[in-house]
């Protein structure tokens, strides 16, 4: 029985990835990392419902209690918008390392179960750096427990956090009620003001007819993306939003490839168009639109991305026909997931 060493964050984010593993028949280990968290009275809120849930769920824990805010500033400081990279380096370094020296065969982490963190940037940083230290990265995707686990968190009454950690996200956290609560008074009071930018069917966008070519104007512009409830397209900031022209989704999912690790684990990588950043394929998401166009749920489940031409044929290859004949599925890892129909929105 292969012992593992899970990184965890949170006593809600632990039920469903400890679940999953032990039925994978792995001997699972905690280990509480998590220097990020702020304020300190936040930082014991999760340590404590994480010791309780692991008394209950008899699992082992190595907790580094450590809380060092001075750190953690002096390495994001100006460099605020992607301190992500450094929060996930430092904390899976820290499990990578524990889990060489104390004879691990592999290390994983549960921020690969919530929707809310940047997925592929986190299996990005834990390959490089389990090649780094000479350890196992076990990649599975947690996400698809996402709603069993919250359920179970909630039935526990477990403390449940409204933010990542950082006072960076819990600020980020009330500035989009802020946008969100004026896009609700927009909605209300008057119409939403157009942008004068159009997104055509193939992804590509326009700034009152002429497209826009530059990848960093384009980065941007989706870094402020976000749709309404009712399934407009807009740009925000934290001084407004106005409306987006989009003729079917501002995602095209342009390329499509299959990865396997060392332990023979498959996934299906994806690249977006005018993005830089791949993501791993949420195969139950996979689903068919008006004229069999296909697509997927991109961005932790948040967006539909279209699936190009030459991506639509890429995944074709690993694409089957049940036995009805009547409806299609891909098989991942043993696992079927269904293609099934779209829903606008």
């Known amino acids: 029985m292969s012992r593992i060493l899970l990184h965890i964050c949170c006593g809600p984010c632990a039920i469903y990835p400890v679940s999953a593993l032990r039925s994978e028949n792995f001997t699972v280990r905690g280990f509480f990392y998590n220097p990020h968290i702020q304020p300190y009275q936040e930082f014991e809120k999760r340590l404590k419902t994480l010791q309780a849930f692991a008394e209950s769920a008899d699992l082992p824990l190595i907790l580094r209690a450590d809380y060092d805010p001075e750190t953690f500033f002096r390495q994001v400081a100006f460099r605020e918008t992607n301190r992500c990279l450094y929060c996930y380096s430092v904390r899976l370094n820290a499990a990578a390392a524990l889990a060489k020296k104390s004879r691990f ?128 397209f807009i740009l925000s900031d934290f001084k407004g939003c106005c409306l987006l022209d989009v003729a079917d989704t501002p995602f095209i ?17 994806i690249r977006l168009k005018n993005i830089s950043r791949a993501e791993v394929l949420d195969a139950g998401t996979l689903a068919t639109g008006r004229g069999n166009v296909l697509y997927c749920r991109v961005l932790g489940g948040r967006f539909w991305a279209r699936f190009s031409r030459p991506a639509y044929y890429q995944l074709a290859e690993f694409v089957r026909e049940d036995d009805t004949g009547q409806s299609f599925y891909i098989e991942l890892n043993g696992s079927r997931f269904s293609i099934g129909m779209k829903v606008d929105g």
């Open 253 to 269: 999912v342009s390329r499509v490839d299959l990865e396997r690790d060392n332990s023979g684990t498959e996934r299906i990588i």
């Open 105 to 232: 065969e592999a290390f994983t982490t549960t921020l690969l179960y919530s929707k809310r963190q940047k997925h592929e940037l986190v299996v990005s940083i834990a390959e490089e750096i389990s090649r780094k230290h000479g350890i196992a990265f076990l990649y599975r995707d947690f996400r698809s427990g996402w709603r069993e686990g919250q359920q179970r968190a909630k039935a526990l009454g477990m403390y449940r956090q409204q933010y990542c950690g950082c006072i960076y996200s819990e600020m980020e956290r009330f500035r989009k009620k802020t946008v969100t609560s004026e896009l609700h008074r927009s909605d209300s009071d008057r119409e939403l003001e157009p942008c004068g930018v159009h997104v055509d069917e193939n992804g590509d966008w326009f700034h009152h007819g002429n497209r826009i070519f530059r990848p960093e104007i384009l980065e941007a512009l989706y870094a402020k993306l976000d749709q309404l409830p009712a399934g407009q």
